[in-house]
Structures are given as structure tokens and as C-alpha cells.
């Protein structure tokens, strides 16, 4: 075996390696909703107050240094408002996640074209350093794709608990904007990414901006279609006049069809998705069982016949 070839397949078992450790990693350092409630647990609660104090003083720290930086280096989603739109549909609202989001989507590239070409020789190490750098250009984007997927999917799963907890709110004696503080404080642990949203939609309405716009400005932040819904009907709501609680209950019955149906959809699913497994992984090692000692008597005999 050449010395092209021993570095070509330790390049790939390398690469292999990290990528499967990285996935085994994030799979088995993914706190559960149950281990995150009882890490909440024994922690001590902070109140709405200070959880809103919190949210502002975070929200009104300005970061000059990272915002020049920003503004300096290019990015592949076209402009620096754009990224920052989508760093805060990840989760991400400071303007030094998004700087180091540029950096890597110019570093990595590079960091992945550099090797084939130091290591490998011939025309093999210009496609490998190519399909290097492609690689490293597009990981960025892709993982900040699948977190603000992750994000709207929590949040569309943890919607219909939390208009329940709003109407028990409600029901009890609590204002609409008491019922979405106590709301928000519950739904930290089981769903984060709903819980920081009606946090800040707290804010913004504690700080003086009408409730609508609040409303309004909370659809835009979380790019769903079951909170843009909600956000209409509340605003229709507020307009009207009409019962809160029993506009909550509906659509919070709306909303949880709707999670079932897509729980079912998902199901439904699962039969071709396992098609290709099936294909590529079972059936060969099945082929292999049942066919190899037959295949096997067919050239021994052939082997005597000649």
C-alpha cells in the first residue's frame, strides 16, 4: 500500500472519528426535561422581578467592540442585519455570537483545505482540499439552521401547555400580563426557548411598549405559525373586548391537535426513513449470510469440474 493511499485513510478515520464523537457527545450531553427540572429544583427561583431585571440589563448592554468587529467582516447571509436575525432565531441576541459566527464561516474553510494540500500529493489534494473548504463554508450555516429548527420546534411543542397555564392563571384571579410572568418562570425548564420569549415579551411591556406592538414584535422573534396565530387572536382580543380565557382555551385545544397531528405525521414517517437503513446497512450482511456458503459450494464445484 503507497504512502498516499495510508494518509488518505487516516485522514478519513480521523474525520470519522471526531464527527461520531462529536454527535455521541452532544447526544449524551443533552440534559432531558426531567434532569434539567431537577437541576432547577435545587437551585434557588428567582422572581418575575428579578427575572425581568435580568432579561433588560442583559438587552441594554452595548458591546461596541464586537459590534465594529461585526460590521468589518463579511458574511454569507448578505448582510449584518440578516445574521443577526437568524443568530437571534438560534437563541443567540449578542453581537459577539454572531461575530464569531463570520469568523468561523472565513477560518473553517481554510482550517479543512489545509491539510489535503500539505499531506496528499497529485490532483487528489486540490478535490479533497476543494471539498475541504465547501465543507467548512457550509457546516456554519447548517448547524445554526438546525439550531433555530430545534428552537421553533420547542416552541411550537411547549405552546399548548403554556396557554393552559395562562388560562389556570387567568382563572385564578391573575391580569394577562401576571399570567404570562408566571407562565414564562414555569416554562424555563421544560421549554427554554418559550420561556426566554414571554420573558422578553414581560419586558418590553413592563418598559413601556404597548401591549400590541409587544405582541407583535414577540411573532417576529420567534418566526412561528401557532404564535403568530395566538398573537392575532390576543390582539383581536384586546380589540373587542371579548373573553380572554376562553379564547386561550380554544386555541390552546387548536394547539395541541396540532402537536398530536404532527407527533403522528413524524410516525407515519418513520416506515420510508427506514428504507435506506434497511438497504444499505441490513442488507448486504443479510445477502452475505444466506448467500456466501451457497456462492462458496458453486466454485468448489466448478474448481473440481475443471
Do not use: H
Amino acid at each position: 500500500m503507497s504512502t498516499q493511499m495510508i494518509v488518505t485513510l487516516s485522514l478519513v478515520f480521523v474525520s470519522v472519528a471526531l464527527l461520531a464523537g462529536t454527535g455521541a457527545w452532544l447526544l449524551l450531553s443533552r440534559a432531558t426535561q426531567g434532569r434539567r427540572r431537577l437541576t432547577e429544583l435545587s437551585r434557588p427561583r428567582a422572581t418575575a422581578a428579578t427575572v425581568v431585571v435580568e432579561e433588560s440589563a442583559l438587552a441594554a448592554v452595548p458591546d461596541p467592540e464586537w459590534n465594529s468587529l461585526l460590521n468589518a467582516l463579511p458574511t454569507s447571509r448578505g448582510t449584518v442585519r440578516r445574521l443577526r436575525r437568524e443568530m437571534a432565531l438560534a437563541g443567540f441576541v449578542n453581537a459577539r455570537t454572531a461575530a464569531l459566527m463570520s469568523l468561523t464561516e472565513l477560518v473553517l474553510p481554510v482550517v479543512l483545505a489545509l491539510p489535503p494540500i500539505l499531506l496528499l500529493s497529485g490532483p487528489n489534494k486540490w478535490i479533497a482540499a476543494v471539498a475541504g473548504a465547501v465543507t467548512g463554508y457550509m457546516a456554519p450555516g447548517f448547524v445554526l439552521s438546525r439550531r433555530i429548527k430545534a428552537r421553533k420546534t420547542q416552541i411550537e411543542s411547549g405552546l399548548a401547555d403554556a396557554l393552559d397555564l395562562m388560562v389556570l392563571c387567568l382563572e385564578a384571579g391573575s391580569s394577562l400580563d401576571q399570567a404570562i410572568v408566571k407562565t414564562g418562570e414555569e416554562l424555563d425548564v421544560a421549554y427554554p426557548a418559550l420561556g426566554d420569549q414571554l420573558n422578553i415579551l414581560i419586558s418590553e411591556m413592563r418598559a413601556g411598549k404597548p401591549r400590541i406592538d409587544a405582541f407583535r414584535a414577540f411573532a417576529d422573534r420567534t418566526q412561528v405559525d401557532d404564535v403568530r396565530a395566538l398573537v392575532a387572536m390576543l390582539i383581536q382580543t384586546d380589540k373587542f373586548g371579548t373573553s380572554v380565557s376562553q379564547a386561550l382555551r380554544t386555541q390552546a385545544v387548536v394547539s395541541r391537535t396540532k402537536r398530536r397531528q404532527r407527533a403522528e405525521e413524524r410516525a407515519q414517517k418513520v416506515g420510508v426513513k427506514l428504507v435506506f437503513p434497511l438497504v444499505f446497512c441490513l442488507f448486504p450482511a443479510l445477502y452475505v449470510v444466506m448467500l456466501g456458503p451457497a456462492y462458496l459450494q458453486f466454485m468448489k464445484v466448478f474448481a473440481e469440474g475443471q
